[in-house]
């Protein structure tokens, strides 16, 4: 059974056949509620495989307007719990943001499998673990067809981007609260969560900037993740260039992997069918020309295919070559052309992973 956190601002439905909608909490999109689930890997490596068998939610509830007492903060507990189990057992912490068509539950599953996979092969050579798992379950439809549920979803991906920002620097303010927590936060963001991404960092320079600046971008951001890996992403290819779009992400992130597949079938219909410009998840970065050293493009285009209709879209969670280049750069003790099974295009920036 693996236990994986969530953070999510969906509703809850009248009819408890599901735990979560696909609706935005009844508060507004930019409430979140948090808890723990817990899942287990019952056969094989597809989402099947995992089911969900218990959801806890933790309660949030306001204090007393008159008093101030009775106030109840779940997502206070949940995130001190983390802060300290991952201080305790000197874990990383990885978030996830799932991409377009994903039900609560789905997002559920995928973080299970992304929290077997990604393991955390520890830089004195000791053994691997399991990093602690947040998924932010933001209210895709969980549906591929009619075509207007992809522009839906993106609607509400870019409306999740307050509640995922809150998220953030609530958690980074728990991981301060006590003094500095070490442990790395790695964040992955795969498919349209890079649209949900990159709407929470916009979110949080809001939030943190100077209203009265005419000078967007120039906000000290706190530096919340070691390592950003943006996965698949149907993002413009320019984003990084651009501050109304990603690119302060290299003030959050102290390094910034895109892996991307000229090969991936849904992004291609993202960029023929769906009216989007060129995709980062297809070519990587548009240019390199201005962008932070601390950004790579790892090329997946010869490992990106599985056994299923996944249209060569899911081998950030699927194709071992893939998963075991993502442990190389999560166990920090190798150089970006020394990782296994990586061909150096441009040395520092492209990288083509081989079978």
């Known amino acids: 059974m693996t236990t994986v956190y969530f953070v999510t601002n969906r509703d809850r439905p009248r009819k408890r056949d599901a735990v979560f909608g696909e609706r935005f909490n009844e508060d507004g999109p930019q409430f979140y509620r948090v808890g723990r689930a817990e899942v287990d890997h019952v056969s094989g490596d597809w989402d099947e495989g995992y089911k969900v068998r218990s959801v806890e939610i933790l309660a949030e509830r306001k204090p007393n307007p008159k008093t101030g007492r009775g106030g109840l903060l779940g997502s206070s507990r949940l995130l001190r719990e983390i802060r300290h189990e991952a201080k305790k057992g000197r874990r990383d912490v990885i978030v996830l943001i799932p991409g377009f068509a994903n039900t609560f539950e789905s997002s559920l599953q995928r973080a299970a499998q992304v929290k077997e996979r990604y393991l955390i092969d520890p830089p004195d050579g000791g053994e691997p673990y399991e990093p602690h798992m947040i998924v932010f379950s933001w209210p895709s439809n969980g549906r591929t067809i009619p075509p207007w549920e992809y522009h839906s979803d993106r609607d509400d991906a870019a409306a999740s981007g307050a509640a995922a920002a809150r998220f953030f620097m609530r958690f980074w303010d728990v991981l301060n609260e006590l003094g500095r927590c070490d442990q790395p936060i790695h964040i992955v963001a ?22 009265a600046s005419s000078t967007p971008g120039r906000t ?3 530096k919340v993740f070691a390592n950003a890996f943006l996965m698949a992403a149907d993002e413009d290819d320019d984003a990084l260039e651009d501050v109304n779009k990603m690119g ?3 003030q959050l992130a102290r390094f910034i992997h895109v892996y991307h597949s000229a090969d991936d079938g849904a992004l291609t219909i ?11 998840g297809t070519n990587g970065p548009r240019t390199f020309s ?7 493009a790892i090329d997946c285009s010869k490992v990106d295919k599985t056994e299923t209709l996944h249209a060569n879209h899911q081998y950030y969670r699927i194709r ?3 998963v075991d ?23 520092g920036r492209r990288y083509r992973i081989e079978p």
Do not use: Q
């Not at 890079?194 to 943190?208: K, S």
């Not at 993202?270 to 980062?280: A, C, E």
């Open 248 to 250: 302060l992400l290299p």
């Open 325 to 347: 280049d993502v442990r190389a750069v999560l166990s920090g003790r190798f150089r970006a052309d020394e990782i296994d099974k990586r061909v150096t295009v441009e040395s």
């Open 290 to 296: 201005g962008l932070s050293s601390r950004v790579a």
């Open 320 to 322: 071992k070559e893939v």
């Open 270 to 280: 993202s960029d023929t069918t769906k009216f989007n410009p060129d995709r980062l």
């Open 190 to 211: 795969h498919s349209m969560g890079n649209w949900a991404f990159r709407h929470a960092i916009l979110g949080i320079n809001n939030f943190l900037g100077d209203p």
């Open 220 to 222: 000290n951001l706190p």
